[in-house]
Nanobody
């Protein structure tokens, strides 16, 4: 399994950004993709999850209403839409997979991790 997050960059407060996670190597569709972020000096934070087969989603309370996860099964790509970006959203964002269709944002329950993409929110 290989995962690669992309789409990060330097953005201004209040703007939006869509991160992508290219996924490959899965042998079936019984897995979930999680999104996480880690700011300097802080622990990795689970923020959202989407089940590959049924499309069920889950969000951490801290991001509900501003973050949206979605999928394009034809492209094996998952997305994290972030609206109204704030400086405290600055972090390296990662996608990861777990071999279960149930969603969780606990990092320890994820087995495969991709390289992160840096999001910096600053004016």
């Amino acid at each position: 399994v290989q995962l690669q997050a992309s789409g990060g960059g330097l953005v201004q407060p209040g703007s939006s950004l869509r991160l992508s996670c290219a996924a490959s190597g899965f042998t079936d569709d019984t897995y979930a993709i999680g999104w996480f972020r880690q700011a300097p000096g802080k622990e990795r934070e689970g923020i959202a999850c989407i089940s590959s087969s049924v499309g069920a989603t889950y969000y951490a309370d801290s991001v509900k209403g501003r973050f949206t996860v979605s999928r394009d099964n034809n492209k094996n790509t998952y997305y994290l839409q972030i609206n109204t970006l704030q400086p405290e959203d600055s972090a390296v964002y990662y996608c990861a997979s777990r071999p279960r269709i149930g969603c969780t944002v606990l990092p320890l329950l994820y087995e495969n991790w991709g390289e992160g993409t840096l999001v910096t929110v600053s004016s």
